[in-house]
């Protein structure tokens, strides 16, 4: 592995008052006071939480008061993962958790949009026009177990609408109306919906995208449907003529207005939403998450990694396509106010999201890496521009944060703000590792592995290595991992995504350090390695890198192997505005990754090109790249529904023909 680098600078430690008033510092207190468990710092607890995972688990059910219409028979059975089973017996509801945090005094929703002024809704609102839907819905004749998904984007009538059809024992499922129909056919078709929501039109990027056609489209190719509930989101009248069976919004809720909402119990595992996998080499994969899983898993990152309070704002910037949407929605477990924004965050200038934390009093802003590099190059000064009072963290995930995204923050937001990087994915909607406000900050670094999460980083021999890269896997189970995969009846494409190199070991599939300190760093994709004479490196060191040159929007790095000695390794940079590919800029690149990672990061040529290949949810796609570079067929590498712009793919098959050639 490649030498060590100096270990980030320390930015930011908690004082002492605040720790002593973090969420996770009473629930030590609590450990102590009634488990006879003392605990001194978060390190000793989260090594509790990964040894004695079902006393932790246990304790988590208990502090939290989990509402149970039928209780537990044992905490975990089974001892080899996937093949595991928790909470069995337990019968409750994920829904009916999140009422029982109405509060009259403060909104449960703070939204925006590109098309709607900041408004609020109320806890008794929300309430209200859920159980609104959720009467349709029954009339309808949904019930447990039953498929809805939701065509819609990231405002109140899309969330009202999944917490209705969880208070049912119904499945989510949700898509952002910027994907296209093929995106939306290979996600919703497998799971066979009754009832789709959807609207007429959004907004983005000050540009107006009427959706009625295609909404036709995919109520033609889903026999499955029974209705279609449509949210005028654009145009107040409507013309329905040519949709099959469709039912405006303002009418579910005056025909069911005095409803009362109740809760269906279901069993612990029992399905609360389907995500999917970015589907860049194949069809999507359905993941399934249960009820019970993920309200545990949730309430112990909100409350205990996230450090949410009722009194808090929480925001995250997503889409109804990313398991952040997922996330902020489960904000409300805790009774704080969810902030909510749909748009380009990017509209009309990288000013934007930073308004809204000023006009709607945001405390826990969570954004992208990527948001926080562009508002660095962008030149900004937040903490001068705009009134960050109320702000007390901010959380960044989606891609590593380079030190410099760290750095700038410090010196340019807030310089006693808390700020979290996270890493985790949609296979457990949720991190693996993340913040705690009992840690301090080091520019670089990941702050911990999160509680119940037994993260290490392993060797190619399966041996656990320390302040070494590695790969990134879970030794112990964790109540949100999948159930399952949606039809994979004998589990097999469930294993063989996670379980398929080290025996009972989750491989998740990055590299990552895990320092003396017991902080980590992300390396990238273990898939996308780049091995230059024997020495494995992980790519995002060297987009860290590129980040701090003021003329590069983004960058993609692949290394192509020739021979069995010999690789090829292209850079691949989106410049900035009027900027151009100079020798001058050349030689800063080099200079650049040369000082910054090491000689080996060095790529071998640089190429300009106008977009990089990116997924629905905005990722680039180095894996299928480096397929397609090596010659594997366009078709085979990557599928091209899943991309946010699959013209892009046409430089880089016509630059396989140019590899071809050379070598």
Request: proline share 5%; with cysteine; hydrophobic share 40%.
């Amino acid at each position: 592995m490649e030498a060590e680098k100096a270990q980030g600078k320390l930015l930011w430690e908690p004082p002492q008052e605040m720790q002593m008033n973090t969420n996770v510092k009473k629930f030590m207190n609590w450990l102590e006071e009634n488990k006879g468990l003392k605990f001194e710092t978060y390190n000793q607890l989260w090594k509790w939480s990964v040894t004695e995972i079902e006393n932790f688990w246990a304790a988590i059910w208990e502090y939290f008061n989990i509402l149970a219409s039928r209780n537990y028979l044992e905490v975990l059975s089974g001892s080899n993962m996937p093949d595991v089973k928790w909470f069995q017996g337990a019968m409750l509801n994920y829904a009916e958790h999140i009422f029982r945090n109405e509060n009259a005094e403060r909104p449960a929703i703070i939204h925006k949009s590109e098309s709607r002024p900041v408004q609020q809704l109320s806890w008794k609102e929300l309430k209200n026009n859920t159980a609104a839907v959720a009467a349709h819905l029954r009339s309808m004749g949904v019930k447990s177990g039953d498929r809805v998904v939701g065509y819609a984007p990231n405002i109140p009538e899309t969330l009202t609408f999944f917490l209705a059809c969880a208070s049912l024992g119904a499945i989510w499922s949700s898509c952002s109306p910027e994907f296209g129909i093929k995106s939306v056919i290979d996600r919703f078709k497998q799971i066979e919906p009754t009832i789709l929501l959807t609207v007429d039109g959004y907004q983005y990027g000050g540009k107006r995208y009427n959706r009625i056609e295609v909404v036709k489209r995919i109520q033609s190719e889903l026999p499955s449907l029974k209705q279609t509930i449509l949210i005028p989101n654009m145009e107040e009248q409507i013309e329905l003529s040519g949709m099959t069976n469709t039912l405006l919004w303002p009418v579910i809720l005056k025909n069911n207005i005095d409803s009362t909402l109740t809760f269906t119990p279901v069993p612990f595992d029992h399905p609360l939403w389907i995500l999917y996998s970015s589907g860049t080499t194949g069809k999507p994969k359905g993941i399934v998450q249960s009820q019970g899983g993920i309200l545990l898993e949730h309430l112990k990152m909100h409350v205990l990694q996230m450090d949410v309070k009722k009194e808090d704002r929480f925001f995250w910037y997503s889409t109804t396509g990313w398991m952040m949407w997922n996330i902020v929605v489960s904000g409300l477990l805790t009774g704080a106010t969810i902030v909510m924004y749909d748009g380009n965050p990017g509209y009309p200038n990288n000013e934007t999201l930073w308004k809204l934390a000023e006009s709607t009093k945001i405390t826990i802003f969570g954004t992208s890496a990527s948001f926080l590099i562009e508002s660095m190059k962008a030149e900004m000064y937040p903490k001068k521009q705009f009134n960050l009072s109320k702000l007390r963290c901010i959380g960044s995930t989606g891609s590593p944060l380079p030190e410099s995204g760290f750095n700038w923050v410090y010196e340019h937001v807030k310089e006693d703000v808390w700020l979290t990087s996270t890493s985790g994915g949609t296979d457990i909607c949720s991190g693996f590792l993340g913040g705690s406000p009992l840690l301090p900050v080091y520019s670089g670094e990941i702050q911990a592995r999160a509680l119940g999460a037994a993260v290490k980083a392993y060797n190619d021999e399966g041996q656990e290595v320390i302040d070494k890269i590695g790969e990134l896997v879970i030794t112990e189970p964790m109540p949100s991992m999948p159930v399952y995969f949606w039809n994979d009846e004998n589990g097999s494409r469930y294993k063989n995504s996670y379980f398929n190199v080290f025996s009972d070991v989750w491989r998740h599939g990055d590299f990552i350090k895990i320092t003396t300190r017991e902080t980590a760093i992300i390396y990238g994709r273990s898939d996308a390695t780049i091995n230059r004479g024997g020495i494995r490196m992980g790519t995002s060191e060297i987009y860290g890198a590129l980040d701090t040159i003021q003329e590069i929007n983004d960058s993609l790095i692949v290394d192509i192997p020739i021979n069995s000695n010999e690789s090829y390794m292209p850079l691949f940079i989106v410049l900035k505005g009027e900027s151009l590919l100079t020798n001058e800029l050349r030689s800063t690149i080099y200079q650049t990754i040369r000082l910054s990672c090491s000689p080996r990061h060095v790529p071998n040529d640089i190429f300009s090109v106008e977009d990089l290949p990116k997924t629905l949810n905005g990722k680039k796609i180095e894996v299928p790249i480096k397929k397609i570079l090596m010659g594997i067929p366009v078709e085979q590498a990557v599928n091209e529904g899943s991309l946010l712009n699959p013209g892009s793919l046409r430089y880089f098959i016509e630059f396989e023909e140019w590899i071809r050639g050379m070598y």
